[in-house]
């Protein structure tokens, strides 16, 4: 039904940058949230940034990742993107898009995941 394409991680120094961009597609009637969680390697995945669609686009950071990481949406809307500035090694973590997709102007929106892309910075 829908789709989660995910790209842009990759292999960094430390204080370097990277930006992923996620695209959903399918049967997408309205996308309420996007967003992006971590997973590092013997960890719970975390939120890192969401971003809604109402209200100009309210956007929510990990407290690790503020001032550093920008999370925005695409022209057309069905995309996202995370801007990652001044990575650090804790960074490093498989980064999974996330939206909370209605299929209908009646019902209610599920949540989709990407197949996830991995972010390493190394020291």
């Known amino acids: 039904q829908v789709q989660m394409v995910e790209s842009g991680g990759g292999l960094v120094q430390a204080g370097g940058s990277l930006r992923l961009s996620c695209a959903a597609s399918g049967n997408i009637f309205r996308i309420n949230v996007m967003g992006w969680y971590r997973q590092a390697p013997g960890k719970q995945r975390e939120l890192v940034a969401s971003?809604?669609?109402?209200?100009?686009?309210?956007?929510n950071y990990a407290g690790s990742v503020k001032g550093r990481f920008t999370i925005s949406r695409g022209n057309a809307k069905n995309t996202v993107y995370l801007q990652m500035n001044s990575l650090k090694p804790e960074d490093t973590a498989v980064y999974f898009c996330?939206?909370?997709?209605?299929?209908?102007?009646?019902?209610?929106?599920?949540?989709?995941w990407g197949q996830g892309t991995q972010v390493t910075v190394s020291s």
């Open positions: 996330n939206a909370h997709i209605a299929h209908n102007e009646l019902g209610s929106s599920y949540r989709y």
């Open positions: 971003i809604t669609s109402l209200g100009g686009g309210s956007t």
